[in-house]
């Protein structure tokens, strides 16, 4: 089901798969990234917040003891502010215990280390973690008794700090040396807000970045690929085609030279065949000739009309052989043509001869091509239909990515089980087509040779209505 599912969603081309997956690799880092810089961004946050609070705790501390008894209370109320509250009192603060230990400790410790060694010296520190944005609801009399508490109420507003981040509260008492306490009550820090839209915006321009550089990249890597396809495509098509440049990585160098090396041996190998074919087809034409000689001068009568028939069968054969080994010896060049038109002049000399053979209008069809080995296809089926089916339709026409040439007929159409082994060479139907109808069973294996050379497609097929349809199917 999940092989299913991601068949369905990937990209089918290899630069969609490898770009998908770098996508993915690039989510899932800066996510992972982005948890560990948040993470990270939150402990230097909270250690920079609790060493800036100790360090102005105590320096106002030392202030406020160095200074005369009777100036203290102005200091400390010229000291206090809406965010850092300071009070002095007579009393030991009664604080409850510190919901954050380590931060607590670490905050009194730092305290002290900045205080003057004077008689009586003593620090308590208290920390509160947060329960939500905003530091107030943190504070208040239920939780430090005293004036603390009054203190804490009127200090803490209700939209304190939101938007800041999450706060934790900051309690610390420290005691003077006249015995007296110093109190402080502030917020520090519990880290910066997540939803930063400047972080966002910046990971989102890297990952732009990233993305086209991987896009560029991959397209560079995947593009030698599809031209080895393409250029396999085009030499299934065309055995001449010119070969393949070996450019790019050394596994796509080495691909390309494997398959121009491939393509130039099929090459020799077809065009060795071929003359062979053709050597061995104009060979035959000189005993059969002798055979015909013999004939007509030893023997007579019925045996003697046989003989010579027989011979002029095989001499058909070996000349349509020879003909179609010279065709496919000779490389036609491909040229851009009115495939209508070219149908046309066919369907209007048969016409012209009195055969029955009619084409429907169509427009104008231009196409690149083997014209004379298209025009051969074109009469081949032609003459079947007329042969076979008494008659001949032709229709051309543009469908979705091709062009076809349908011929229909009205003859007895072509039994199912032997639609395909009538392509094969020297196959003959003799239910419907005699000696006498002439042909050997070649037309059409040198028209399906044809149509598959231009990378298309011969069918044929009963219609329903009665009669064969011959289609031919060419790719634009």
Not at 398 to 424: H, M, N, S, W
Request: proline share 5%.
């Amino acid at each position: 089901m999940i092989a299913d599912v991601a068949r369905r969603w990937l990209p089918q081309s290899l630069f969609g798969r490898t770009l998908a997956i770098l996508l993915a690799g690039l989510v899932v880092s800066y996510a992972i990234g982005a948890w560990i810089y948040a993470g990270a961004r939150e402990q230097a946050v909270r250690a920079v917040g609790g060493y800036a609070a100790a360090q102005r705790i105590a320096n106002l501390a030392r202030l406020v003891n160095d200074a005369p008894p009777d100036w203290r209370p102005r200091i400390v109320q010229a000291l206090s502010e809406a965010a850092f509250r300071v009070e002095l009192s007579t009393q030991a603060p009664s604080l409850s215990a510190s919901e954050s230990e380590d931060a607590a400790e670490t905050i009194r410790l730092a305290v002290l280390e900045q205080l003057p060694e004077w008689s009586g010296r003593e620090a308590h520190v208290a920390v509160a973690d947060p329960a939500g944005p905003g530091f107030g609801r943190h504070f208040g009399a239920g939780r430090y008794g005293g004036p603390m508490g009054g203190m804490m109420r009127e200090m803490m507003g209700p939209g304190f700090g939101g938007g800041f981040g999450v706060w934790r509260s900051l309690h610390a008492a420290v005691r003077l040396s006249d015995g007296r306490w110093l109190v402080f009550a502030t917020a520090l820090p519990q880290g910066a807000p997540s939803d930063s839209w400047r972080f966002a915006a910046a990971l989102g321009i890297m990952a732009i970045l990233v993305l086209a550089v991987s896009a560029w990249a991959v397209r560079g890597v995947t593009s030698p690929l599809a031209a080895l396809a393409a250029a396999a495509d085009r030499f299934g098509r065309d055995v001449g085609a010119s070969p393949l440049p070996e450019t790019g990585a050394a596994e796509i160098r080495t691909a390309a030279h494997a398959f121009n090396h491939m393509q130039e041996r099929l090459k020799r190998l077809i065009e060795s065949r071929t003359q062979m074919l053709a050597a061995i087809s104009h060979d035959l034409r000189t005993p059969l000739t002798l055979l015909r000689l013999r004939a007509e001068e030893a023997l007579d009568g019925a045996e003697r009309e046989k003989m010579l028939a027989t011979i002029s069968d095989m001499d058909s054969m070996v000349g349509s052989t020879l003909a179609f080994a010279r065709d496919e010896a000779r490389a036609e060049q491909r040229r851009r043509v009115d495939l209508a038109a070219l149908v046309a002049s066919i369907v209007d000399d048969m016409s012209d001869a009195g055969l029955p053979v009619e084409m429907q209008p169509a427009a104008a069809l231009p196409y690149e091509c083997q014209s004379e080995s298209l025009k051969r296809v074109v009469a081949n089926l032609v003459d079947n239909a007329i042969k076979y089916g008494r008659r001949a339709d032709v229709k051309v026409a543009r469908v979705p990515g091709a062009v076809e040439i349908a011929v229909d007929d009205e003859g007895p159409g072509i039994p199912e089980g032997q639609l395909q082994k009538v392509f094969q060479p020297f196959y003959r139907l003799e239910e419907s087509r005699s000696r006498e109808t002439g042909g050997v069973g070649l037309g059409l294996a040198i028209a399906q040779s044809i149509v598959q050379a231009h990378g298309g497609e011969l069918t044929l097929a009963n219609r329903a209505g009665g009669g064969l349809r011959a289609l031919v199917r060419l790719p634009e």
